[in-house]
């Protein structure tokens, strides 16, 4: 049976056991959600869960089911709504952390979005003791639904001091360091690389984010690209591997509408096709 088969009658069971299992609650038929008050709050539970869970037992357990996970959702909710006045307004507090693309068993249950081919968006709540990944469950029993200002919030309250700085990386060739020590959201910038590199940037630039707290960025120019390559893709590995907090080890090519390819150490058979293209365009270096 599939899930949406069972509604008709779970719904009903949810509305006989409300008044029993928890009285204060009632079920809303517009959103096939249970709105549990918690104090001066509320918090809203979906029914999708327990419509899967019915859908997968024969129907004389189906009371069992629902009872169980009404006095589940009960003390969640409780539980999240205490987080809640302990936080004070949670909204304040959520962030977005850039991290390599999950795997879909680690990313299940998190609120998580792509951002792009090879990195996800996770919304973290910043808080030194009960901070973490926001999970979808606390997510809904807290209320949070359009999660837009979190960019904002990390822009605002974490990212406006970053500090910028030229590196020398070889004889007359820097690399320009993006930091802030002991952040976790600096790599939340990685999309936005280009408010850093000077103007007019035709050609994109190599990028490295080997720790959450630094992005590496250098301005592709002209052939000197292919010296420095190698060079910028040992200084991401080494910081990666060294960092207390690591994202990526690997070197990408930033370009186009915020696209990220990445790229080999070395030019070579397994470089992409736009970047060899690039290649064959540039000017020699100077």
Same mark, same amino acid.
């Given at each position: 049976?599939?899930?949406?088969?069972?509604?008709?009658?779970?719904?009903?069971?949810? !509305?006989? #056991?409300?008044? *029993?299992?928890?009285?204060?609650?009632?079920?809303?038929?517009?959103?096939?959600? *249970?709105?549990?008050?918690?104090?001066?709050?509320?918090?809203?539970? +979906?029914?999708?869960?327990?419509?899967?869970?019915?859908?997968?037992?024969?129907?004389?357990?189906?009371?069992?089911?629902?009872?169980?996970?009404?006095?589940?959702?009960?003390?969640?909710?409780?539980? %999240?709504?205490?987080?809640?006045?302990?936080? =004070?307004?949670?909204?304040?507090?959520?962030?977005?952390?850039?991290? /390599?693309?999950? %795997?879909? !068993?680690?990313?299940?249950?998190?609120?998580?979005?792509?951002? =792009?081919?090879?990195?996800? %968006?996770?919304?973290?709540? &910043?808080?030194?003791?009960?901070?973490?990944?926001?999970?979808?469950?606390?997510? =809904? #029993?807290? =209320? #949070?639904?359009?999660?837009?200002?979190?960019?904002?919030? @990390?822009?605002?309250?974490?990212?406006?001091?970053?500090?910028?700085?030229?590196?020398?990386?070889?004889?007359?060739?820097?690399?320009?360091?993006? @930091?802030?020590?002991? +952040?976790?959201?600096? +790599?939340?910038?990685?999309? &936005?690389?280009?408010?850093?590199?000077?103007?007019?940037?035709?050609?994109?630039?190599?990028?490295?984010?080997?720790?959450?707290? @630094?992005?590496?960025?250098?301005?592709?120019?002209? @052939?000197?690209?292919?010296?420095?390559?190698?060079?910028?893709?040992? *200084?991401?590995?080494?910081?990666?591997?060294?960092?207390?907090? /690591?994202?990526?080890?690997?070197?990408?090519?930033?370009?186009?509408?915020?696209?990220?390819?990445?790229?080999?150490?070395?030019?070579?058979?397994?470089?992409?096709?736009?970047?060899?293209?690039?290649?064959?365009?540039?000017?020699?270096?100077?």
């Amino acid at each position: 049976m599939e899930p949406l088969d069972a509604a008709v009658d779970v719904h009903a069971l949810i !509305r006989d #056991l409300l008044p *029993v299992v928890a009285p204060s609650a009632w079920f809303d038929p517009g959103t096939s959600e *249970v709105v549990l008050p918690v104090g001066r709050s509320e918090a809203r539970a +979906s029914t999708w869960t327990v419509l899967e869970r019915c859908a997968r037992e024969p129907r004389p357990v189906w009371p069992r089911v629902v009872d169980e996970w009404v006095r589940e959702v009960g003390h969640r909710a409780f539980l %999240a709504v205490g987080e809640m006045e302990l936080f =004070g307004d949670v909204r304040e507090l959520l962030r977005l952390r850039i991290v /390599p693309k999950l %795997a879909p !068993r680690d990313r299940e249950g998190l609120v998580v979005v792509p951002a =792009g081919d090879h990195f996800d %968006a996770m919304v973290m709540i &910043e808080h030194p003791r009960y901070g973490g990944p926001l999970t979808k469950a606390r997510a =809904g #029993l807290l =209320g #949070l639904r359009k999660l837009g200002y979190v960019m904002t919030n @990390t822009h605002d309250r974490e990212l406006a001091d970053v500090s910028v700085r030229d590196q020398p990386l070889l004889p007359g060739r820097d690399v320009r360091v993006v @930091t802030k020590p002991g +952040s976790r959201y600096v +790599s939340a910038l990685l999309s &936005e690389v280009e408010q850093f590199l000077p103007s007019p940037n035709v050609h994109g630039a190599l990028v490295g984010v080997p720790c959450h707290s @630094t992005l590496l960025l250098y301005p592709i120019t002209s @052939t000197a690209v292919l010296e420095v390559l190698p060079v910028f893709a040992d *200084v991401v590995a080494e910081m990666h591997a060294g960092a207390d907090d /690591p994202c990526a080890p690997g070197v990408y090519w930033s370009h186009g509408e915020r696209r990220l390819t990445p790229l080999p150490a070395t030019p070579g058979s397994a470089t992409p096709g736009e970047f060899a293209s690039l290649l064959l365009r540039l000017p020699d270096t100077p």
